[in-house]
């Protein structure tokens, strides 16, 4: 065997899939199948706070307890507790949000993974906004998202062009020193302001989309905006 093939492969960083869910079950076996099938992660943390679905259920047989684990909590949480607990168990180098509905292909993960693998970068978000063939959501989210990227840029010199985006991939040690404190939605604010104030360049890659609608599930709604913008001016302010 080539050494020095083998000496870059054992030293390729690894990666932890953490993914949030609450009532997911039209879309959960599909999602993880893909994950597994698609997806090269060491690591899948699928956090549930309290699905009163068929979800645990549905989850159960895909996960061994080891570098797939499921973490059920009683209580509704939110996302941002959810991903929060997740982390505490992540033990790879990277991490990356995967929600747990079909809205974002997994396959694309891996593109974001490479890049950050081959470019040492601490942050790679996938971007919708830089595909001009991924689907728009409601316009009111569509140009909610738009807002919410004008004014992470206004405020953080961000330069991106999707605050909003599932698919942030982070430095697991960098993610943990933030000390999160979101509850909810508020994750993806947070994460961008903080990476903002530490002075991390944030690298993008286009990204399919295909958003569903309210009906099949999902679960943001306006107030989460509203949330999302404080959250954003709350952290400028402590700079
Ligand atoms: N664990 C947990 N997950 C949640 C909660 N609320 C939403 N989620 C999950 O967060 C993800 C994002 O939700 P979604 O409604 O698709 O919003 P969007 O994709 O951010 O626009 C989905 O996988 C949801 O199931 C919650 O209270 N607890
Ligand atoms: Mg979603």
Known sequence: MDSSHSKKSSLRPTLTVLVPIYNEEATIVSLLETLKEKVTANQVIIIDNGSSDN?????KPFCDGKSWVYLRYAEIQ???AAIRA??????????????????????????LFDYACENQARAVFGSR?????AGISYQRYYWGGRF??????RLFHAG??????????????????????????????EVVAKLGLAGVKIHELPI????????????????????????????????
């Open 86 to 111: 997740g982390l505490k168990l992540a033990t790879c180098d990277y991490v990356v949000i995967q929600d747990g509905d079909l809205e974002y292909e997994p396959a694309d993960i891996n593109r």
């Open 78 to 80: 939110g996302k941002g």
């Open 55 to 59: 979800t645990a259920e549905l989850v």
């Open 208 to 239: 399919a989309y295909h958003p569903r609608s309210i009906e099949e599930g999902k679960k943001i709604r306006g107030k989460d905006g509203i949330a999302a913008i404080w959250t954003l001016l709350k952290w400028s302010f402590r700079r």
């Open 129 to 133: 906004i830089l595909n001009q063939q």
């Open 160 to 189: 991106i062009t999707d605050e909003a985006t599932c698919y942030k991939l982070i430095d697991r040690r960098l993610l943990e020193s933030f000390d999160l404190e979101c509850r909810e939605f508020e994750f993806c604010p």
């Open 148 to 153: 919410l990227t004008w004014l992470t840029n």
